[in-house]
């Protein structure tokens, strides 16, 4: 059972670039490996923006300004093109952030959001925009996402939309669930469908 998501209230980090891919989200010299160490991606989200050449910290990278700060991330349009790699996931969901707002993701990117309990959603680009000028105007604006409801409020305007998500993909998020869990839950049904189709 992972974390069950129900309704978030965070602060967020603004990253108002578009077309994000999924090798500046994590760069391919750290995909050697195949299972999920959280923290080692976490740690190497957005690496090339957040370190120099030298090693040395970007201090006008937005993760390492002490400004910014929550588990939603708020990024320009089309987050996530580029190559299929599920890493890209691992180092969203890895960092801490557990809802990612844009205009629109890459399909796969937003599937592989999805199976790493990472909420992605889609709003249109003038709630997007008026997003960022509520962050920039304060960085202690919250957004609350409403995954029973599907709706997101921006809570420095209290304008609110809603999001569209898959009905089975939701009912994982909700409850704690991944594919493998899922076909847990629903072991005795199968076997009892499985006795009659005999």
Same mark, same amino acid.
């Given at each position: 059972?992972?974390q $069950?998501? %129900?309704?978030?209230t965070?602060?967020?980090?603004?990253?108002?670039?578009?077309?994000?891919?999924?090798?500046?989200i994590?760069?391919?010299?750290?995909? $050697? #490996?195949?299972?999920?160490?959280?923290? @080692?991606?976490?740690?190497?989200?957005?690496?090339?923006?957040?370190?120099?050449?030298?090693g040395?910290?970007?201090?006008d990278?937005v993760?390492?300004?002490?400004?910014?700060?929550g588990?939603?991330l708020? #990024?320009?349009?089309?987050?996530?093109?580029?190559?299929?790699?599920?890493?890209?996931?691992? #180092?969203?969901? &890895?960092?801490? @952030?557990?809802?990612?707002?844009?205009?629109?993701?890459?399909?796969?990117?937003?599937?592989?959001?999805?199976?790493?309990?990472?909420?992605?959603?889609?709003?249109?680009?003038? @709630?997007?925009s008026?997003?960022?000028?509520?962050?920039?105007? /304060?960085p202690k604006?919250?957004?609350?996402?409403?995954?029973? %409801?599907?709706t997101?409020t921006?809570?420095?305007? &209290? $304008?609110?939309?809603?999001?569209?998500?898959? #009905?089975?993909?939701?009912?994982?998020?909700i409850?704690?669930?991944?594919?493998? /869990?899922?076909?847990?839950?629903?072991? /005795?049904?199968i076997?009892?469908?499985? $006795?009659?189709?005999?």
């Amino acid at each position: 059972m992972k974390q $069950k998501f %129900n309704i978030i209230t965070s602060t967020c980090v603004p990253l108002p670039l578009e077309n994000v891919d999924t090798d500046q989200i994590i760069p391919a010299r750290f995909l $050697k #490996a195949t299972t999920r160490e959280e923290k @080692f991606f976490g740690d190497n989200l957005f690496r090339d923006w957040r370190y120099n050449a030298d090693g040395t910290l970007n201090k006008d990278f937005v993760l390492n300004n002490p400004k910014y700060g929550g588990q939603i991330l708020v #990024a320009g349009k089309n987050f996530g093109s580029g190559s299929s790699r599920e890493h890209a996931a691992w #180092a969203i969901a &890895g960092y801490g @952030f557990r809802v990612v707002v844009s205009s629109f993701f890459a399909d796969i990117h937003k599937n592989n959001e999805l199976n790493n309990f990472v909420l992605p959603v889609v709003v249109s680009e003038a @709630f997007l925009s008026e997003l960022f000028e509520s962050i920039n105007a /304060d960085p202690k604006t919250e957004v609350e996402v409403d995954l029973p %409801n599907q709706t997101i409020t921006n809570k420095a305007t &209290g $304008k609110s939309e809603k999001f569209e998500i898959n #009905a089975y993909k939701k009912h994982c998020l909700i409850n704690g669930l991944d594919d493998i /869990d899922f076909l847990l839950t629903n072991k /005795d049904k199968i076997e009892a469908w499985e $006795k009659r189709s005999r």
